[in-house]
């Protein structure tokens, strides 16, 4: 599995030789953020989800800074944040306010429909969402919270359940080869 996965990560060289990257060389090559097992990676996949539903362009740099902070595996937590994206963030948020509607009781917030984004340009996609999260206030700021923390843990648990299945798996092939005249 580790072999797979390194296959669709940057590796050590490729950061250290890129020129914006260098003055924080001494904490992005850190080996712990590079290093990658069951508990690295289930703790990228988790900051990664988490940060995945931080409003705007900041969700990269959010999963860098508590990448950082827990010492997970940077790379997977940044590939990790892209579930959310422009076909997936409207559903994710619709989602988003239904939970923070159900934790405050709220029965009286009305859900505003998101925005028609068929004839915008792409960059005016951000200020029509950003517009649109604020219309609807509380029910979607603490939706998103709880979503991103059970989304979380709910990716923590799983790559740690996989993996281990998987480590389990291997053993056993091998266990079976050597009884094997």
């Known amino acids: 599995m580790r072999k797979r ?17 260098r003055p924080f060389a001494s904490t992005l090559l850190h080996p712990r953020l590079w290093h990658l097992n069951r508990h690295s990676a289930a703790g990228a996949v988790a900051v990664g989800l988490f940060c995945g539903l931080i409003p705007g362009p900041l969700q990269m740099l959010g999963a860098a800074v508590l990448c ?4 997970v595996n940077l790379p997977l937590a940044l590939i990790t944040t892209l579930y959310s994206n422009p076909l997936t963030i409207v ?3 619709v989602l988003a306010f239904g939970l923070g509607k159900l934790a405050l009781g709220d029965g009286e917030a009305e859900f505003t429909a998101p925005p028609d984004l068929e004839g915008l340009a792409f960059a005016n996609w951000i200020p029509a969402l950003t517009d649109w999260m604020a219309s609807l206030g ?5 939706g998103l919270v709880l979503l991103a923390a059970l989304l979380s843990v709910s990716g923590y648990v799983a790559v740690k359940w996989t993996w281990r299945v998987w480590l389990i798996r291997q053993w056993r092939k091998r266990q079976a080869k050597g009884r094997q005249p």
Do not use: C, E, Q, T
Request: glycine share 0%.
């Open 5 to 21: 996965l390194k296959n669709f990560l940057p590796d050590h060289a490729a950061i250290h030789d890129n020129r914006w990257l």
């Open 68 to 71: 950082v902070l827990f010492r």
């Open 91 to 93: 559903p994710l948020y």
């Open 138 to 142: 509380k029910p979607l700021a603490l």
